[in-house]
């Protein structure tokens, strides 16, 4: 058990710019989440898997921005047009269960900033 | 809509000093209490949960907390602060989402700082 590993760890992108992240879970997890987190705030929930099936998405989830995770392994995000407003960490973290109530296991997370 | 209030942004503890972080949250059903730490530049890590039963959980790195159902409080405590607790710690509260399963909301989080 290695963890949850994110790729890359920081990413500098200009505006305007397509931007994708990568999201390996713990290996037996078969949910999978993604979270925004700004500076002075706590993560905040954008959308979740349950093996390769996107079960629910947040209203912060714009249209810009899609998720994957196509053989419910590992996950991809990406931003497309990327704006100012879209420089944050991303967080990927997974979890086991049916009902969604164990704990989340976060990776070390991609900073994303958009000069 | 469920939510969590941690009404410190910032404490400042000297080292081998008590420590309680405030947790306050808003929610209608049983609620799943989590804490986490957080690194600068790094993920959360769990510290404790609560689901049910004794509502003293003890956690990792000597941390515990009390959930007070009457007053929707689920504060983290430690005996004595170690410089390596220097971190922000953010409770969370798991609510059903109505999508068939469970979200995680998490406070603003409380960052702390340790004086030698």
């Known amino acids: 058990d290695t963890g949850v590993s994110q790729d890359p760890r920081h990413k500098i992108t200009k505006r305007g710019q397509n931007v994708t992240f990568r999201c390996d879970p713990i290996?037996?997890?078969?949910?999978l989440y993604w979270y925004r987190q700004t500076l002075g705030q706590g993560p905040e929930f954008l959308t979740y898997?349950?093996?390769?099936?996107?079960?629910?998405k947040s209203r912060l989830l714009s249209d810009r921005f899609s998720a994957e995770r196509p053989k419910g392994s590992f996950s991809t995000l990406e931003i497309q047009r990327t704006e100012q407003g879209d420089s944050a960490m991303y967080l990927c973290?997974?979890?086991?269960?049916?009902?969604?109530?164990?704990?989340?296991?976060f990776g070390n997370g991609t900073r994303l900033t958009v000069t | 809509a469920q939510s969590v209030t941690q009404p410190d942004i910032h404490i400042t503890v000297s080292e081998g000093a008590s420590l309680e972080l405030r947790c306050n949250y808003s929610?209608?059903?049983?609620?799943?209490l989590f804490w986490y730490v957080q690194s600068p530049g790094q993920g959360l890590q769990l510290l404790l949960k609560?689901?049910?039963?004794?509502?003293l959980v003890q956690g990792i790195k000597g941390f515990e907390a009390e959930f007070k159902r009457s007053q929707s409080s689920f504060n983290l405590r430690k005996p004595s602060v170690h410089w390596s607790d220097a971190a922000e710690y953010f409770c969370?509260?798991?609510?059903?989402?109505?999508?068939?399963?469970?979200?995680?909301?998490f406070g603003k989080g409380t960052k702390l700082s340790v004086i030698p």
């Open positions: 973290a997974s979890s086991s269960g049916d009902r969604g109530l164990s704990p989340l296991h």
């Open positions: 290996s037996e997890h078969n949910r």
């Open positions: 898997f349950q093996n390769e099936a996107q079960l629910e």
């Open positions: 929610y209608g059903a049983t609620p799943y």
């Open positions: 609560y689901f049910s039963g004794d509502t």
């Open positions: 969370a509260v798991k609510a059903y989402s109505g999508a068939g399963s469970y979200q995680l909301t």
